[in-house]
């Protein structure tokens, strides 16, 4: 479905910014300093990565990519960015999917909103984030796919997104978009929600309309998403019949895929990162 970017209600100092040259952050963001010792750094040996310009109509958003290196077609995972946008961390996921045989690559979603990479309050990173239409996401993601199929070496066929935090939703929600995903996996995404002008729709009211089976990944003891609300996303999954699970860690916060973060638990995030890997390869993304 094509959506017409220039009718979205976007505060007019930011919708028609021109981002054209816009370039990602370097480093992790700056919310989220200092940095934990136990961080994971993946290299780039073997692998093509770095800036991807992606199309969405007349304008390009930056991206990063990382795919093994050769003629491929390889299968492709969409990244979604934390709050924090596309920085470090995000990086390495695509860096790591690609030592695995895929071309993940990671768009800037906020980029007319602004680079929340750059902002040290959480109070000013969720300005940002509030204007951030799901409609111009859905649309961002579809143009990341065709960039990955056109000039990414990647599978037309075999396409995959996950996401983390904001992602996480974001997961749910293009799986009841796109009708050529295969696959989502969503890490700790909010599920239920007020829904207003920009964000019509939550994973729990989008439920019936899931085109691809979706991995739900979520700590019992995260604050911002309660144990009641996971529960009430399974109980639309099994009452629509929808072939997707929800694996529910105890005892484990919020972030805990997050490596750079105390909130990191490194056995929950192993075991999660293999039931990923097995999901993709169950629904025929490898």
Known sequence: MKHDLTRLDIPPDTS??????????????????????????????????GDAKIPV????????????????????????????????????????????????????????????????????IFKVVATVPDVQVMTDLDATAAWARKDGKGDAGKLA???????????????????????????????????????????????????????????????????KTVDQMRDALKKAKKPSEIELYPETPHGFYADYRPSYRKDKAEDAWKKMLAWFEKNGVK
């Not at 300093?33 to 093509?48: E, F, K, N, R």
């Open 16 to 49: 028609r910014r021109d981002f054209v040259a816009a370039a990602l952050a370097t480093g992790f963001a700056l919310a989220v300093q200092p940095i934990s010792a136990q961080t994971i750094t993946t290299d780039t040996t073997g692998l093509d990565a």
């Open 57 to 124: 109509g007349s304008e390009t958003i930056p991206g990063y990519f990382a795919r093994p290196k050769g003629d491929g077609p390889f299968p492709v995972v969409l990244v979604v960015q934390e709050i924090f946008g596309v920085h470090e961390h995000i990086k390495d996921i695509c860096r790591r999917l690609a030592k695995l045989g895929y071309l993940a690559v990671a768009p800037d979603l906020y980029v007319r909103q602004g680079d929340t990479s750059k902002i040290k309050e959480f109070k000013d």
């Open 161 to 227: 997104i996950t996401g983390f935090c904001w992602g996480g939703r974001i997961v749910w929600l293009y799986s009841a978009h796109s009708k050529e995903l295969k696959a989502g996996v969503a890490w700790y995404g909010r599920l239920v929600g007020d829904a207003d002008k920009l964000h019509p729709k939550h994973p729990v009211d989008s439920v019936a309309d899931l085109n691809a089976p979706v991995l739900g990944l979520y700590g019992a003891a995260d604050t911002g998403i309660p144990v």
